[in-house]
């Protein structure tokens, strides 16, 4: 069955950086987009950047835009993502998902498979 595991989170200071892992597995990864939401404390489900099935076309959510950078690894099954200059309003539990729509879109109903989330708490 499809499975996404997320990993990487953590305490991290403001101005620090962490790097988030998504591992897949059950479906042929290379050949779907995804996603990395959030959900912060006491907010809803926000999507903060996707990744085409290819690798090649990335977007972000205006907040995180030259501070985040999301990839994958095919061979390794894996997505990723990379947060520098991390702020304390990043605080979230971060999901992965799988995109239904052959795009990453915005919209969390375009999205079927989700992992367990990482916490990620930016705090001094």
């Known amino acids: 069955q499809v499975q996404l595991v997320e990993s990487g989170g953590g305490l991290v200071q403001p101005g620090g950086s962490l790097s988030l892992s998504c591992v897949a597995s059950?479906?042929?990864?290379?050949?779907?987009?995804m996603s990395w939401f959030r959900q912060g404390p006491g907010k809803g489900l926000e999507w903060v950047s996707g990744?085409?099935?290819?690798?090649?076309?990335?977007t972000y959510h205006d907040s995180v835009k030259g501070r985040f950078t999301i990839s994958r690894d095919h061979i390794k099954k894996t997505l990723y993502l990379q947060m520098n200059s991390l702020k304390p309003e990043d605080t979230a539990v971060y999901f992965c998902?799988?995109?239904?729509?052959?795009?990453?879109?915005?919209?969390?109903?375009?999205?079927?498979?989700w992992g367990q989330g990482t916490q990620v708490t930016v705090s001094s």
């Open positions: 998902a799988q995109s239904s729509q052959g795009i990453a879109t915005m919209e969390t109903e375009d999205y079927r498979y």
């Open positions: 059950g479906f042929a990864f290379s050949t779907y987009a």
């Open positions: 990744i085409n099935s290819g690798g090649t076309v990335t």
